[in-house]
């Protein structure tokens, strides 16, 4: 029987390979394997449970350890293990929380909703949107005033229930005049059609969707390749029209907060960094890989390193090997190319001319006991 393979970036790229070939359940034994093999070198003292161990994405070698955790994080949602999941992502943003290298902030909104956890979207919102700027995401714009709508539904007291409704109608609204290009996708997503007098309007019509930038679009088509399935509730439909009303209501009468949107948007989401790079090529949307830039899809991807970061830190560097002309037959190159130190025709190598310490004395003195 052959052995088992546990080389990670082999076992990455075979995983891929499978998964082209639409063999999922080889594809993740290969990723489940790999986890197997990094489980084993891990370091006592790293306790992925604790919440405090960091790892640099910068170096080449931790970069296997994100991309099978977040593999094997898609393959378990895939499998109807949203739980599961989640906790696997929040375990890869603990790994880097203020870099993200993965950007999983993009994918950790729609796993909390289909895992339910709508109390900890909330409450992971309200702690780092000051640093962090969460509300500019689109996904997290619509997922949690989303999240909000379904805590309304949900059995809390007359008082909870008021203020969840009161800020998922204040959320979606904020939501839909700083990304209007996102409700007629998602109609089209979910199969309804708009009313026309929506459908009519300028403010959600055409424009709105060819005047955003690039990086805004990808991020758009990431957030509907994923979550469009959590809107088809009809109650959702019904809560969400009721708030486009609203909405148009406030962009007819010049409300200040439309035109101040408008700027924004403008200024931001001008480039992609490479994060979210990443994480396009990693989710496998066609949508968002479609509008990625040529200078990207133009060079090859790699399954173990896609998109590397530009100022990576090598541990360490391969000395470089001379290239001296030499007229050895083709079997003594043949040789040397698989045993560096043979050399069949006795010539003293460049490496040899200067021998060192021990070594030296030890062939002065066998020379002199010949003599």
């Known amino acids: 029987d052959a052995l088992p393979i546990y080389h990670i970036d082999a076992l990455l790229q075979l995983s891929d390979a499978c998964r ?48 099978a955790l977040f593999k094997h994080m898609m393959f378990l949602e895939k499998r109807g293990c949203p739980r599961t999941a989640l906790e696997f992502c929040k375990l890869i943003l603990s790994l880097d929380p203020e870099n993200d290298p993965l950007c999983v902030l993009l994918l950790i909104d729609f796993l909390s909703l289909r895992a339910r956890e709508y109390t900890f979207l909330t409450r992971m919102f309200l702690e780092w949107e000051n640093h962090r700027n969460l509300s500019q995401l689109p996904n997290f714009a619509f997922s949690v005033p989303l999240a909000y709508f379904f805590m309304s539904q949900d059995n809390l007291t007359e008082v909870e229930l008021s203020d969840a409704s009161n800020k998922a109608a204040q959320l979606i609204q904020s939501a839909l005049i700083m990304f209007p290009g996102v409700l007629m996708p998602l109609l089209d997503s979910c199969g309804v059609q708009p009313d026309t007098t929506v459908s009519s309007h300028s403010f959600f019509g055409p424009l709105a969707q060819i005047s955003q930038p690039p990086a805004l679009n990808q991020l758009v088509s990431l957030y509907l390749g994923r979550t469009h399935c959590l809107w088809k509730d009809p109650t959702v439909m019904v809560w969400l029209e009721e708030n486009v009303r609203e909405v148009l209501k406030m962009v007819d009468a010049n409300d200040p907060s439309v035109e101040e949107s408008a700027r924004k948007r403008k200024v931001r989401y001008q480039s992609a960094p490479r994060n979210i790079v990443r994480h396009v090529i990693l989710s496998e949307i066609k949508e968002a890989a479609a509008a990625l830039p040529l200078d990207l899809t133009s060079l090859p991807v790699m399954g173990f390193d896609p998109v590397p970061p530009l100022d990576s830190i090598a541990s360490y560097t391969r000395p470089e090997r001379t290239n001296r002309a030499s007229n050895e037959s083709t079997l003594s190159l043949f040789f040397r190319s698989l045993l560096p130190n043979f050399n069949l025709q006795g010539d003293p190598r460049p490496d040899d001319v200067e021998e060192a310490g021990a070594g030296r004395d030890l062939n002065q003195g066998v020379r002199s006991e010949e003599h």
């Open 20 to 67: 082209i070939q639409e063999d999922q359940e080889m594809a993740r034994d290969f990723i489940e394997r790999a986890l197997f093999s990094l489980e084993c070198a891990v370091h006592p003292l790293f306790s992925l449970t604790s919440g405090a161990c960091r790892l640099d994405y910068r170096r080449p070698e931790n970069r296997a350890f994100y991309l």
